[in-house]
Every structure is written in C-alpha cells, then in structure tokens.
C-alpha cells in the first residue's frame, strides 16, 4: 500500500513538473513585446527584447560594426514580429533555436571574375559559352574571349563552344584564364556497324555516317529522303511523284536481274519491310500496288518514323561492312540509330513548324491565243509528201471543236491545275528525357500533316512515339535498355486518269472547259472527238483512295560483363507493319469517260501486314597485348518473319452503301495468302589493330534460309578487311602540320541474295482460276501452281574495295576516295520453260554475271579557322557507278533479248531498244529517212527490232550534292545542292 502510495506521489509530481514546464515555454513564445526608438544602435535593441523576453541572442561584437541604425515603434508584437523588422535592410540574417536568436552575416553575392579564352595556338575564342556547373548562369565571352561572371571560389565553371572539347576549371584566388583543345576530330566519331562500333580512323570497311545534324536541315517526310545527295554510293528515287509516295533505294547499283535490289534496313535493331510499295497489294493480293489508277500509289513504312527521332544514318557499302549480315547485305545494309536519353534533369523540348510549298519549273503552257494560232497555222499546212510541203487540211467539228465549237477566249492551266496548287505543312515535336546514369528515359511524340500540290488536296499525315529506358550498374557490368517506336500514317491519294489511259488532265487544251453553261460537267468523250484528246478530272474527286499503315518496333537489349573485356549481350526484337488500303469507285464518278474499264460503281480492299521476331545472342572479348589491341565478336540469330496479305475486289454491289459489303458483290472476288520465313545463322568477327596503324579484320557467317530446299539450304559469306594509317609512321611525322591523316584501306569478300518467293523448291497447288481448268467431272480440283525446282540456291556477290582517305591542316580538309567492283553470279531470275511441260516458267540460278564498278569522291572542308567569329564548312559528295552485264550466256534465244545488251547497264523497265534505226533527214522532202536493217532492199515493217539502237537506263550513272553550312553567333543557314 505504502509502495502504491509513493508510485502515485511521483506520478502527480512529474505531472504538475511538466505542465510547470510547458507553461513556462509558453509564456516565453507567447510573450509580447512592445519598443519604441529611434537612430538605435541595433546591439541596444538586443537588449531591450532580452529584457521584454526570456530570449538570448548570440552574436560576435565585429558582425554589428556595419550594420544600420534602427527607427522602430512596436507595440505588442511577437518576437519573430519584431526580429524581422530590426534585421530589415541590415547584412545580417537570424535563426531561432529554442528560444535563443542566433545572428549570422548574410552571404554576399559571389565576387566578378574575370578570364580570357584561346585556343592551342593562344588565339583567342570569341562567343564561348561560360556556364556555372549546376546552374543556368552563365556568360558568352566577347570578341577578345574575355569574360567576367560572379561566382564564388570553388565553383566549377564549363565552357563549351561549337568546334572545342568542353572544359571545366575550379574557380580559385585569381582569374581563370582558359585554353579550349580542338574538339573530337571527325575521325573519332562514332559508327555503327553490324553488332558493334567502330570510328571512321580505325575502320577497315566502307561506311558513310549521315548525323542528326544533316538530317535536321532537310524537310523531309521520310528519313531516307534526307540521304538524298548527302552520301556517296547511295542513289534514291522517288518511285512516284505524289507525297508519301515509295522511294528506291540502290547502294552502289544493282545486283540482281529480279531478284530484289533493296537494302537492309534495320532501325534500332529491328528489321523492317524495306520493299518499296510492298505494304499495300492489290486486289488479287499477289503484288505490291503500282499506282495505275491511282496518281501516287504504294507505301513505305519508313513514312511513319519522325525523321527529328533520328541520331545517325550509318551506310555499310563493301563487303567488309556488310559480309557480317551475309545473304542479307548483298544490296547493303543501312542502319538508323535513334537518339539517346540525355542525363540530368528532365528536360521538356517543344517545337512547331509549319509552311507552305509551291511546286517549282513546271512547264509553261501556251495561252489560248497563242495555242488558237498553232492549231490554226497546223491546218494550213497540213500534210507534207512528196511533191508538196503544204497539203491543207479543213478543220471539222470532229477533228477541230477547239476551232470550232469552244470559246475562243476561255483559258485554263492545266499543268498548274493538276499539280501545281499550294500544299501546306504542319509538323510538332515534344521530347521529354532525363535520368540519372544508373537510369535515364526519353519519351516522344510528333504529329506531321503535309499536303500534295496535286490536285483534289492529297495529303500524308503521321503520328508517331517513342520511348527508352536505360539501367546502367553502379559497378558498370550490368547494362540494359528497352526501347518502342510507334506510329500511324493516313495518306489520301489522288485519282486520275480512271479507265482511259491514253488521256491526261495536263495536256488538255486551253479553251477545253470543265464545265457546260448550264453548269453540268462538259466530257469530251462520246462526242465523237479524236478518241482520248480531252479529259474531265472532276468525276474523280469523288472517288476515295486511302491508306492507314501502323507500325510497331520493340527492342530489348540486356548484357553483362563477366570478366574485364567479356561481354555477353543479347538482342531481342520485334516489329510489326500493318496496312489497310481502300480504293472506292461511287455513282458520282461514273461518267462517259470511264464506262469501258469501269461500267459500275465497285471497291477493292486489301490488308497486308509484315511482322518479324530477331533473336541474337553474342559474345564479345577485348583484350590489348602489348601496342596491340585484339577484339572478337561470336554471335547467333534466329529470325522469324510473316507476311499476310488479303485483297478483295467488290463489283456492282447495287448501292454506295455496299461498297465495304462483301455478300453484295456481282461478283465478289477474294483473294489471300501468307509468307512464311525462317532464318538462323552463326556469324563471328576477328578485328586485330596494331600500334593503331596496322588493322585487320575478318568477318564469317553461315546462313540458313527456309527458302531454299535441304539440299541448299545454307551458305557460307566471309570477308577480310585491313587499313594502314600510313600518316603516323615515323617517316611522315615532319609534315603532320600538313597532312595530319592519311589512311589506305582495301576489302574482299561475299555477300548473298534470297530475295524470291518461298517455297520455291515445291510443287504448290492452286484452286482453279476459270471453269476451264481445274474441272473433273463437274467438281473443281486443284492445279498445280508452280514447278519445283529444288536445286535453287543463293545468289552471290564479290566485292573488292580500296579506298584512300586523306586529312590536312588538323583535318579542316577531308577527302576520302574509293574505286569498288563487285561480281553478281548464279543469278536468280525467271528462265522460260517449252510449253509442253504445262509451265511457262520457273525461278532459278543462271550463269550470267552483273557487274557494278564505281568510284566515290567525298571532300568536307571548314573554310573558317576556328577562332574565328563566322563558321562556313562545306560537304561535297560524287559518285560514279558502272552497271554492266558481264556475261549472259544464251541471251540471243533468251526472253530477255530484246530488253538486255552485254556490255550495257540493265534496265530499269523493259523496251529499252528503238524499234527503227533514224538515218538522218531527206533534203528534197523533209521527210525522216530510217535504215534498211534486214537488207531486203527497202524499209519496211520487216526491219523493226532488228539490232536496234540501245537507248540506256534510266537509273542514273553520275550523282551527288553539296552542302555550305554558314554560322555567325546564334544564326545559321544551311543551303543543299543535289544532282544526277
């Protein structure tokens, strides 16, 4: 009891001694202070709310010396109150820590420094930027490279100027006087190869690098497009002339007769569909769909990649570069790479462009004066013979309404009016990105709408986005990334020309109008005019053409260093391109024109989709030994690719509103079929570099193609490749003021060719096309579809490479040459059959040879040193390709005789020979006079195609482009030359 007694005592004591305490607190937080005093030394006014307060203050006598006297009159305010109006306007600042007012001196705004900037050789360099690390202050320094900032000492100070490697200096006592180095000579930039990187100073093969930088200076709706000009032994064309139209891609001239002459094209890893037009098929979902009925037709998946997502554009030419992609880099390989994260903190990038283009050099047209006066002149004349030169001829309603019948003043431009209207652009960008090295993402989006200058306002329009997600170890051995890029294109085609193809809108008459006084649409078919002389585009424009394409990329890659110079890494990725094309003919376009080709309303649909899986795991070993350093890459890929395509075609479904109704078709036809592809190969790299002037490297794949049958299922591709610097040799080292760089390179090597249907080593069955094939006994069978030919295997090409490269004055001046060959033997193509084996043809090898042998010419030069204020550096580019056939045994007798020459470049379509060989004028009649080719005597029909005249290609043999880049302070131009 007494125990409890005591417990309870204690309890109520320390009770009664906390509230004690919490009520002194409070009085001393709670208590008000009232002052009243003027021009007071502020130490007395110290005093007097210590005696007001239980508060302390804490200072050293040396911080009140500079302070100001203090006017105040205060009446019960709080100590916080009171505290901020004594420090008001003083050098001094406070802080409260229970209940004691500790004084401290404000801290002054950083001292100015002052410094000066050169360059090596004590120039100095105006206009750098002077930077607070971790900050956004900063200065530019003048025209002298002086410069003065506040900063206080032991700040880091960053100064970065285009041209110069950025430096950092800790600010110390004294002024900070820099010297900026040259910055990363372009001989060390970054390429990227097959699986690896190399720079253009130690690589053995033949790759051209196109950065962000050059790409960002072309307005461009496709990637490829901006390679246009800016590199050597790349020609590109458009396949048509609309917007978003398919581009042809030749890497130093074709290689094959017809069996594929596209490069690779993988986009972070990811292979894509690189035929061009080959994501929209027609109807019977057999081909890609060429455009002949629609003005721009085909689809290149490249249209829904954002051109400003790109960080390079690395071409791999020779068969040192491309020989590690085997069958696959016979036409080269080009691969993109995709802009990184940048470290620190989240940056938000917006941008918003638009304009307004005009087309350019159209023809000039007669106006309906001049052209009345022509037609007028032509009859008066007429016909010319033999005895006479002026036959005249009577105009007649029929072969003369535009004298006749028509206004005689109206006019219109038709070439303007079909193709040169005005085509607005739009185009937006956001990237976000930041991150730390251990991890960084980037996140993009972009919205492109451009419009044709065709008429009936075609337009491609692109949404795209993207997203990167880096992990880097603290320990640096453990490294991964996963990136997507997506993204959707609508196009809107233009309709011209629907079931008449011998007339155009643009060679319409000036005084042919498009409508008839009552306002109804005026046709000059039907009325008994010359046949296909007029044409009215305006039913067309009612007619819908459209195409949506989606595309999908994934990329992951994951790997981890065992030991120092040991990396394993895998590769994983996924992409897929779909496209939905439509095409509708509706009552409003039916007229007189397009009756024959197209008697009633009707719809084609097609669906085509192209999606591959690439696994590739590798292994990569570094190691130096002594001035040597030795690398080697081994590797694996598994690669999977499908491909779908369904076309239906609807005819006379009765209604515009069944135009998308299979059922209503009279009839429906429907067609479909699915490609599928699988590839694995083993490949390894063996890269020696001695003292970093003596280079070696050898490449070797074996690949395996599900297009061939067992027995050639797989082939063998190696190259070797090796440069000397020859600039860095003792003997040279007196001139390296002058010639700083200078490399001699060479390659040899294999690469192949699969590009052909697959399953071309079976016998493939078909349904029955007509009643008249395929029937037994009433019921539709089967029919054989195509002969098996199971020998068909790889076509091959050899290709021999040497190169110089040259660097002068710190390498402002850059010229880099190479002559290349390469050899294309065992052909594919299609050989004839005799028409008792029930086939007329089949693919197999031929033993004919195609020859490419060019020489490409790069020069870039700085024209400015690099101190000086203006910056103006030129790029120029040429190239010459060669293209023969080498050798074709049997042509004479062959299907291709008469579109094919030995010694002459292959076509690009057939028909490429005159028909009649032009011997000049007869000047008693005016008359032209051709050749008797056959020697009967006289020139006749008998005479046509007999050892005709040889026109060419039209792919071109001589291209290039020149670029000037000029820049003053914050401006820059940038003004492209291409030519072909």
Known sequence: MKNSTFLLKMKLTIILLLVAMM????????????????????????????????????????MLKGTNPVDIDLTNVTLEEALALCFEGQPLTYIIENNTVIVKMKELP???????????????????????????????????????????????????????????????????????????????????????????????????????????????????????????????????????????????????????????????????????????????????????????????????????????????????????????????????TTKKATLGKTKVSVTFASGVQSPVGLTERLNTAEYLKLRQDAFAIGTMSATSVINP???????????????????????????????PAYNADVTISGGTKAINFLVSGSYNKVYDTQMFDPYQERATGRMQINHTSA??????????????????????????????????VPNFELYNADGTLNFGAGKGYTAGAYYNPMPNKYMECSSKTGNLMLNGDISYEFIKGLVAKVQVNYGIQSNKYHFLFP?????????????????????????????EPMLTYTRQINKGTISALAGATFLDKVQDRTGVTIKDPGSDDLLYSWSSGKPTTAASNTYYTRFSSVFGRLNFDWDKRYIANFTYRRDGSSK??????????????????????????????????????????????????????????????????????????LNPATYANEHVKWERTTKLDIGLELGFFNSRIMLNTTWYRSLSDNLLTTLTLPAQVGYNNYTGNFPG???????????????????SPVRWSTRFNITHNENILKEFPGIETSSYKNTMQIGRALPSSSGLEMPFHFDGIDPATGMPVFKDMNGDGVFSTSDYGVNGAWIGTSRPTIWGGMSNSFGYKGFSLDVFLQFS
């Open 849 to 867: 040879v195609i020859q490419n042998t060019g020489l490409e010419v790069e020069l870039n030069t700085q024209n400015f040193g690099p101190g």
């Open 587 to 615: 009552t409003a376009a039916l007229s007189v024109q397009t009756t024959s080709s197209y008697p009633t309303i009707s719809a084609e649909h097609t669906t085509n989709t192209y999606s591959s899986l690439n696994i």
């Open 110 to 336: 950083p001292p100015p420094v002052k410094g000066r900037i050169t360059d090596e050789q004590g120039r100095p360099v105006p206009y750098v930027n002077v930077m607070i690390k971790g900050t956004t202050i900063g200065v530019v320094s003048n025209d002298n490279g002086e410069f003065v900032i506040n900063v206080k000492k032991g700040a880091i100070l960053v100064f970065s100027f285009i041209g110069y490697q950025t430096a950092e200096v800790t600010v110390g006592d004294g002024p900070v006087n820099v010297i900026l180095k040259m910055g990363t000579n372009v001989l060390d930039e970054v390429q990227i190869i097959g699986y690896g990187t190399t720079t253009k100073r130690q690589s053995t093969g033949t790759i051209a690098t196109v950065k962000s930088k050059q790409i960002e200076t072309r307005a461009v709706t496709n990637v490829m497009q901006a390679l246009q000009g800016q590199v050597t032994g790349v020609s590109i064309t458009n396949s048509n002339a609309g917007i978003g139209a398919p581009l042809s891609i030749l890497v130093r001239g074709v290689t094959s007769i017809s069996s594929g002459t596209n490069p690779l094209i993988i986009v972070d890893g990811v292979i894509i569909n690189s035929n061009p037009g080959d994501l929209i098929s027609d109807a019977s979902a057999s081909s890609a769909k060429g455009g002949s009925y629609t003005y721009t037709g085909g689809n290149n998946v490249l249209n829904s990649i954002n051109p400003n997502d790109i960080a390079s554009i690395d071409i791999l030419k020779d068969a040192d570069a491309t020989a590690i992609y085997g069958s696959r880099g016979t036409n080269g390989v080009i691969l993109i």
């Open 475 to 508: 320990d640096d051995r453990f490294k991964l990334m996963i990136s997507t890029i997506f993204g959707i294109e609508n196009q809107k085609f233009t309709q011209l020309n629907m079931g008449n193809t011998t007339a155009a809108t643009m060679i319409n």
């Open 23 to 62: 009520q002194v607190q409070a009085r001393g937080y709670s208590q008000m202070i009232t002052l009243k005093q003027q021009n007071a030394q502020l130490e007395d006014v110290f005093v007097e709310i210590m005696k007001q307060t239980n508060s302390k203050f804490v200072y050293s006598p040396p």
């Open 393 to 423: 001829i009577t105009p007649t309603t029929q072969n003369a309404p535009d004298l006749m019948l028509w206004s005689q003043t109206a006019y219109t431009d038709y070439t303007k009016m079909e193709v040169g209207n005005p085509a």
């Open 708 to 781: 061939f049958g067992p027995a050639n299922r797989f082939a063998d591709f190696t190259s070797a490749g090796a440069a000397w610097i020859f600039s860095d040799e003792p003997l040279l080292k007196s001139i390296k003021s002058v010639l700083n760089y200078g490399k001699l390179r060479g390659s040899y090597g294999t690469t192949g060719n699969d590009n052909i249907s697959e399953n071309l080593y079976l016998s493939l069955l078909q349904v029955p096309t007509s009643t008249y094939t395929g029937m037994y006994q009433g019921a539709i069978g």
